[in-house]
């Protein structure tokens, strides 16, 4: 069974910062590639940030120059550090993880910022 598992979501003001970790566990070895998505209320899903095994990465517009996407030390594990944090960052983030055949998701973590 492939379990995602986030954490660092909450309440923020405008300008400020938040870290979301996810860390991904099962049969699969190794997840290739990472990423992070969110959904707005009322929006389509769309893809903040992913990473490689080789570390590439892979912004949205919208969030580059303010978002880090990076692997942990520990296998399978990923982190969004998101800072200078705007409302229209307010959703519910998912931590997606790709594994030989299926794309894994994470249960979601809520990040609102207040302006």
């Known amino acids: 069974q492939v379990q995602l598992v986030e954490s660092g979501g909450g309440l923020v003001q405008a300008g400020g910062s938040l870290r979301l970790s996810c860390a991904a566990s099962?049969?699969?070895?190794?997840?290739?590639?990472m990423g992070w998505y969110r959904q707005a209320p009322g929006k389509q899903r769309e893809l903040v940030a992913a990473?490689?095994?080789?570390?590439?990465?892979d912004y949205a517009d919208s969030v580059k120059g303010r978002f880090t996407i990076s692997r942990g030390n520990a296998r399978n594990t990923v982190y969004l550090q998101m800072n200078s944090l705007k409302p229209e960052d307010t959703g519910v983030y998912y931590c997606?993880?790709?594994?030989?055949?299926?794309?894994?998701w994470g249960q979601g973590t809520q990040v609102t910022v207040s302006a």
């Open positions: 990473i490689t095994s080789g570390g590439t990465t």
């Open positions: 099962g049969s699969i070895r190794s997840f290739n590639p």
């Open positions: 997606n993880a790709k594994g030989y055949y299926n794309m894994y």
